[in-house]
């Protein structure tokens, strides 16, 4: 029943930019903490960017901030990845993914803090 959707991947050449979007089906995102992860291959899944509703605290990787921003339209009920100045490190299976945290809490940017996630989206950095 809650389903989220990643669209906005491809290919692209080192310096170029993405939008990634993730649709929310069966919810609403706005009660929701939202985090967009990646997995490069023969790699872990890692954390690139969450953001709490109970908090105005974002998180980035070090390795993206700066260049990522982490969005949400509520009216959409969508949320959003815009990639800038992107590497060939950059490649991976992007996801998204949500979780409910406990109330007055908010949920840590890894993997086993999300429990709804999305079927991915491949980005491919390269000239």
């Known amino acids: 029943q809650l389903q989220l959707v990643e669209s906005g991947g491809g290919l692209v050449q080192p310096g170029g930019s993405l939008r990634l979007s993730c649709v929310a089906s069966?919810?609403?995102?706005?009660?929701?903490?939202i985090g967009w992860f990646r997995q490069a291959p023969g790699k872990e899944r890692e954390g690139v960017s969450c953001?709490?509703?109970?908090?105005?605290?974002?998180y980035y990787a070090d390795s993206v901030r700066g260049r990522f921003t982490i969005s949400r339209d509520d009216a959409k009920n969508t949320a959003y990845l815009q990639m800038n100045s992107l590497e060939p490190e950059d490649t991976g299976i992007y996801y998204c993914?949500?979780?409910?945290?406990?109330?007055?809490?908010?949920?840590?940017?890894?993997?086993?803090?999300?429990?709804?996630w999305g079927q991915g989206t491949q980005v491919t950095v390269s000239s």
């Open positions: 069966g919810f609403t995102l706005d009660s929701y903490d």
């Open positions: 953001t709490s509703s109970l908090s105005p605290g974002i």
């Open positions: 993914a949500v979780t409910r945290p406990p109330p007055g809490a908010t949920a840590i940017c890894i993997v086993p803090a999300f429990d709804v």
